[in-house]
Nanobody
């Protein structure tokens, strides 16, 4: 069983920055893609950004230009650099991975809270 552990969340003022980390318990290249999702109270979970094993990335329109997803294969870690944070970015952020050949994000972390004060 692969474990994903997020860290780096916290309280930040609007306009500030945070970097989230997602450490995997095994080689992250076993995932064909990894992603960050978020869920705010009363909202559905939404995908924020994803990165493939080849390094291709994609972003939700609401974060494009502000967030950057990256990976360090040597550290088995995926990052989400979040800049110019807004109050609407407040949510629990989850790391997820698609194992093997799956098209489904089937491995999840426990989440880390990000709160942006205005």
């Amino acid at each position: 069983q692969v474990q994903l552990v997020e860290s780096g969340g916290g309280l930040v003022q609007a306009g500030g920055s945070l970097r989230l980390s997602c450490a995997a318990s095994r080689n992250i290249l076993s995932f064909n893609a990894m992603a960050w999702y978020r869920q705010a109270p009363g909202n559905q979970r939404e995908q924020v950004a994803w990165i493939t094993s080849a390094g291709s990335t994609n972003y939700a329109g609401s974060v494009k230009g502000r967030f950057t997803i990256s990976r360090d294969n040597a550290k088995n870690t995926v990052y989400l650099q979040m800049n110019s944070l807004k109050s609407e970015d407040t949510a629990v952020y989850y790391c997820s991975g698609r194992m093997g050949l799956s098209n489904v994000y089937n491995t999840w972390g426990q989440g880390t809270q990000v709160t942006v004060s205005s």
